[in-house]
T-cell receptor, first 113, second 113 residues
């Protein structure tokens, strides 16, 4: 069974630039999550999708972050414009059911200069 | 507010010694509880989970955790640590009401040869 795929693995941009991350969850997993993990901290949920609907986006900075999950499969997370404090690892995870085990991708490490 | 607390930021043990990582939660009702492990540069992997029933939960890699309602705790244990267990460990919780996952800040485990 293929795992959660994410790309790119690393990205370096300058502040005020835009960046997009892509995630392809495990086939059949209805729930998809995007997390932000700042160095030395635990993952913080940014947005959670159930199929292609948003379940929770209360911690998503909506003035600069956006996410979509078209057709209820893969998803993109965008930052526009980026700030220095956005430097972090962005993790994507998926689960079969909303309270089940989450399977994580390898993450995208973003550095904003 | 709902929260997950891991009091120990760093723990160092000798190889072969026993291990206990602490996790406390603050929720109105008993949440679903999880322990994940993250190796450097990797995504998170589930070690074990507690939904209900037997309060002693067995997981992968020889780990177990005990749920104690009276102490609002879900501590992770291993009787004999191996050098390959060096990683960061995260406790997480969610509920069937919100489906929102909250992670602790993590405990970084160092294993001495």
């Amino acid at each position: 069974e293929a795992g959660v795929a994410q790309s790119p693995r690393y990205k370096i941009i300058e502040k005020r630039q835009s960046v997009a991350f892509w995630c392809n969850p495990i086939s059949g997993h209805a729930t998809l999550y995007w997390y932000q993990q700042i160095l030395g901290q635990g993952p913080k949920l940014l947005i959670q999708f159930q199929n292609n609907g948003v379940v929770d986006d209360s911690q998503l900075p909506k003035d600069r972050f956006s996410a979509e999950r078209l057709k209820g499969v893969d998803s993109t997370l965008k930052i526009q414009p980026a700030k220095l404090e956005d430097s972090a690892v962005y993790l994507c995870a998926s689960s079969l059911v909303q309270t089940g085990e989450q399977f994580f991708g390898p993450g995208t490490r973003l550095t904003v200069l | 507010a709902q929260s997950v607390t891991q009091p120990d930021i760093h723990i160092t043990v000798s190889e072969g010694a026993s291990l206990e990582l602490r996790c406390n939660y603050s929720y109105g009702a008993t949440p679903y509880l999880f322990w994940y492990v993250q190796s450097p540069g990797q995504g998170l992997q589930l070690l074990l989970k507690y939904f209900s029933g037997d309060t002693l939960v067995q997981g992968i890699k020889g780990f177990e955790a005990e749920f104690k309602r009276s102490q609002s705790s879900f501590n992770l244990r291993k009787p004999s640590v191996h050098w390959s267990d060096a990683a960061e460990y995260f406790c997480a919780a969610t509920t069937s009401g919100t489906y929102k996952y909250i992670f602790g800040t993590g405990t970084r485990l160092k294993v001495l040869a």
